[in-house]
Nanobody, 122 residues
């Protein structure tokens, strides 16, 4: 059974920090690119951060809105991906989703977690 289980969400004050974790199971984690998306009420789902699979060297990419504040990382032994969020702002408030993505020329696959709520408020 494929599972992506997020944890670490919650309520934090502006300027605070939070680390999200995503535990993956049921597929070959190291071959998938991993990413974090978020969706706030009334807004489209947004790619926050991504990290390539092990063969691609684990390179990272970030949305402009979080560059310098968020860091994505992965542990291919423990099958986990993390999102370290620093200097949090109220506009970071959203449901954050863990995504696993595999792509070839003619076939792709995606797995999604259930999401975890992050609320930044004083």
């Amino acid at each position: 059974q494929v599972q992506l289980v997020e944890s670490g969400g919650g309520l934090v004050q502006p300027g605070g920090s939070l680390r999200l974790s995503c535990a993956a199971s049921g597929f070959t984690f190291s071959t998938y690119a991993m990413s974090w998306y978020r969706q706030a009420p009334g807004k489209e789902r947004e790619l926050v951060a991504a990290i390539s699979n092990a063969n691609a060297g684990g390179s990272t990419d970030y949305a402009d809105s979080v560059k310098g504040r968020f860091t994505i990382s992965r542990d291919n032994v423990e099958n986990k991906v993390y999102l370290q969020m620093n200097s949090l702002k109220p506009e970071d408030t959203a449901v954050y989703y863990c995504n696993a993505h595999w792509a070839a020329v003619r076939w792709t696959n995606d797995y999604w977690g259930q999401g975890t709520q992050v609320t930044v408020s004083s």
